[in-house]
C-alpha cells in the first residue's frame, strides 16, 4: 500500500450535522449484515453527495469499522481538490487501465480506519474502464479486508457509469437537494438503479431550507440538521420493503 494521505477540511462539522450523519450510519446498519457494498448517488452534479458519502464513511471509521471509500467518478471528481490532498496520487483510472497494480492506489489516510481510492486521471470512456472484470475483482477482494466499501459515484442523470457500478453493489443511497431536483429526474435515477439489481436503500433529502420543518422536528433540531439531512420529520433513509 502507498503512503498515507493526509486530509484538509475533513474535520467534524457542527453537532446537528454530525447527529444526521449517525442517524444515516445507524439506518445503514440496520438495513442488515449482509450490506457490506455501498454507492451513493445524485441526480446532478453540486447535490451534496460527495460530502456526505466522506463523511459517512469517516462516522463508520470512528466506531471501529474499517472503511475503504472508493471515488468512483472519473469524469469529473471532487475530492482530491475538497480535501487538499497533495502529490500526484495514483487512482481508480489508472488501476482499470493496467498501468497501475491494486496495491499501487489504495491509500491509508489520517482518518480514524479510513483507506481511499482516489479517482485518478481523467479518462475519455470511463463506462468502459467500469465494465471490465478488474472493477468487480476489487470490489470482491476488498470485500474481505473491510467492513464497508462505500462508492462516490457520478451523478446519474445524464451518464451511465453509475449504473455500472450499482450491478456490483449490495445497495444504493440518492442524494437529493432539497428544492432543486424534479420528482421525474429522481425516478430515473431510481428506475436505472432498480434495471441494474441494486437495492435502493433510500434516499437523503439534503439543504433542507430553514421552515420546513415543523413542531416539535423544527424545535430541536431546526435550521442547521435541516440544512445538511432530511426533513419532514423523517430519518431520510429507509430500508426498502418488498
Known amino acids: 500500500m502507498e503512503q498515507t494521505l493526509k486530509l484538509k477540511n475533513s474535520e467534524k ?3 446537528h450535522y454530525e447527529e444526521a450523519i ?3 450510519r445507524t439506518n445503514i446498519q440496520f438495513c442488515g449484515s449482509s450490506l457490506k457494498v455501498i454507492m451513493f448517488t445524485s441526480s446532478l452534479p453540486d447535490e451534496g453527495k ?3 458519502t466522506f463523511a459517512l464513511a469517516s462516522s463508520f471509521g470512528s466506531i471501529g469499522k474499517k472503511v475503504l471509500l472508493v471515488d468512483g467518478d472519473i469524469r469529473k471528481s471532487v475530492l482530491v481538490k475538497r480535501y487538499e490532498i497533495k502529490g500526484n496520487p495514483n487512482g481508480l483510472s489508472q488501476y482499470l487501465s493496467g498501468q497501475k497494480p491494486l496495491d499501487k492506489v489504495l491509500y491509508h489516510t489520517d482518518t480514524e480506519n479510513l483507506d481511499m481510492i482516489l479517482a485518478g486521471p481523467y479518462s475519455p ?3 468502459e474502464l467500469l465494465e471490465d472484470t478488474l472493477f468487480k475483482d476489487m470490489l470482491e477482494k476488498s470485500r474481505n479486508n473491510y467492513d ?3 462508492i462516490d459515484t457520478p451523478p446519474m442523470g445524464s451518464v451511465i457509469d453509475g449504473a455500472i457500478i450499482a450491478s456490483h453493489c449490495d445497495g444504493a443511497v440518492i442524494v437529493v437537494e432539497s428544492g432543486t431536483i424534479s420528482y421525474r429526474l429522481v425516478q430515473k435515477v431510481k428506475s436505472q438503479l432498480e434495471k441494474s439489481g441494486c437495492r435502493i436503500l433510500g434516499t437523503v433529502l439534503n439543504r433542507v431550507k430553514a421552515g420546513y420543518e415543523k413542531g416539535y422536528y423544527k424545535k430541536y433540531y431546526g435550521k442547521t440538521y435541516g440544512k445538511y439531512y432530511g426533513g419532514g420529520g423523517g430519518n431520510g433513509l429507509g430500508c426498502e420493503e418488498d
Open 50 to 52: 460527495s460530502e456526505i
Open 125 to 127: 470512456d470511463p463506462a
Open 148 to 150: 464497508y466499501i462505500i
Open 13 to 15: 462539522k457542527d453537532y
Open 22 to 24: 449517525k442517524t444515516l
